[in-house]
């Protein structure tokens, strides 16, 4: 039932900005935390970013800290990634994902089990 669409992704240079938007649909949306995650060729899908329900708490992963921010519109039922900055190594496929609960779960989310995943968006960094 949960359907999850990301967009904004493209092709930019290195120290370059991208806002990545990712629309949710259903009536409940605002109840659950919500996260980034990002897999590059030939890599594991990694934890970037997440957000508990309320957008109150927010987490990130070392690599991206000071650089990407995450956040909420429940009103809208989306969230976003702000990414400022950005270097080569960002380049991957970004998705976005529901958890199962308002807060957010670091441990499943670090080992990137989540229920319900978008299709994804590319984006690619040049140097």
């Known amino acids: 039932q949960v359907q999850l669409v990301e967009s904004g992704g493209g092709l930019v240079q290195a120290g370059d900005s991208l806002r990545l938007s990712c629309a949710a649909s259903?009536?409940?949306?605002?109840?659950?935390?919500m996260g980034w995650f990002r897999q590059a060729p030939g890599k594991e899908r990694e934890f970037v970013a997440a957000?508990?329900?309320?957008?109150?708490?927010?987490y990130y992963a070392n690599s991206v800290k000071g650089r990407f921010t995450i956040s909420r519109d429940n009103a809208k039922n989306t969230v976003y990634l702000q990414m400022n900055s950005l270097k080569p190594e960002d380049t991957a496929v970004y998705y976005c994902?529901?958890?199962?609960?308002?807060?957010?779960?670091?441990?499943?989310?670090?080992?990137?089990?989540?229920?319900?995943w978008g299709q994804g968006t590319q984006v690619t960094v040049s140097s």
């Open positions: 994902a529901q958890g199962t609960k308002g807060h957010v779960d670091l441990d499943s989310a670090q080992r990137a089990m989540m229920p319900y």
């Open positions: 957000i508990s329900y309320s957008g109150r708490n927010t």
């Open positions: 259903g009536r409940t949306f605002s109840l659950y935390a």
